[in-house]
């Protein structure tokens, strides 16, 4: 499905974005992925925190000069502290804006040249339940990025649609990965996988089936939407 293309997928070493990057490997796509901290991986890895518009440069001069070429790209990379508003810092809420909101900018802006060289690309956004569908506690700054998500989507796609570049967004649910389980201690997790109709938490397979479709040609009347994955959860 996927033969040929090119991806980028950030944050790509754990959780979502692991899972995306396997899938499109094994679609047949030449993955390349990213992080802030250098791990052991089957795709190739450049390092880059993608708040830091130096490093994301980089990211993309490295993939095309290996590449040639850049088909799809995944905005996965996103940092979510559980923190009361209340007791929240200035440079807390401008972290997690710098890297869920500049990050998505700085990587969209530098790879989007070599997609319109082309008229042709698909760009992925990792949205949210949280701050598209629903809040959550001690999560404000992430909701409002996540909804700025959605939003960066709808008017990109808006945007490029004649340019045969398609964006769109995915917004997860509760996903079972390191991050989920870290912030969450087990008794909260227990109690909110009880509130989701197909009775479990999502798996980061989940996600990379639907990204895979929509970096696939099947999707190219597919464009500025924020499709949600969460077992029903928000369906209530």
């Known amino acids: 499905m996927l033969k040929g293309k090119v991806a980028i997928v950030t944050g790509g070493t754990k959780g979502i974005g692991e899972g995306i990057a396997n899938k499109f490997k094994k679609e047949g796509a030449k993955v390349v992925v990213s992080a802030r901290t250098k791990i052991k991986t089957k795709h190739y890895f450049i390092k880059c925190d993608v708040s830091n518009s130096d490093e994301v440069k980089n990211l993309i001069n490295e993939t095309i000069k290996k590449y040639k070429r850049i088909d799809i790209v995944v905005n996965n990379a996103g940092i979510f502290p559980f923190i009361e508003f209340k007791s929240m810092t200035e440079e807390q ?55 700025g998500v959605s939003g960066f989507t709808k008017s990109l ?5 004649k340019s045969n570049i398609q964006v769109n967004a995915i917004a997860p649910g509760v996903i079972m990965t390191p991050g989920v389980k870290k912030g969450l201690d087990k008794k909260t997790i227990k109690n909110l996988l009880m509130t989701i109709p197909e009775g479990r938490g999502g798996k980061p397979s989940d996600i990379a089936a639907t990204a895979a479709f929509l970096a696939s040609e099947e999707s190219q009347y597919i464009t500025g939407q924020t499709i949600v994955v969460d077992g029903g959860y928000t369906d209530q």
């Open 157 to 161: 796609a808006l945007e490029l649609a």
């Open 93 to 147: 809420w401008d972290e997690v804006m710098n890297v869920n909101l500049k990050g998505m900018y700085y990587i969209t802006k530098a790879a989007l040249p070599y997609l319109l060289k082309r008229k042709s690309g698909k760009i992925i956004n990792i949205a949210s339940i949280a701050g598209t569908k629903v809040g959550f506690p001690n999560l404000v700054h992430y909701c409002t990025t996540k909804a």
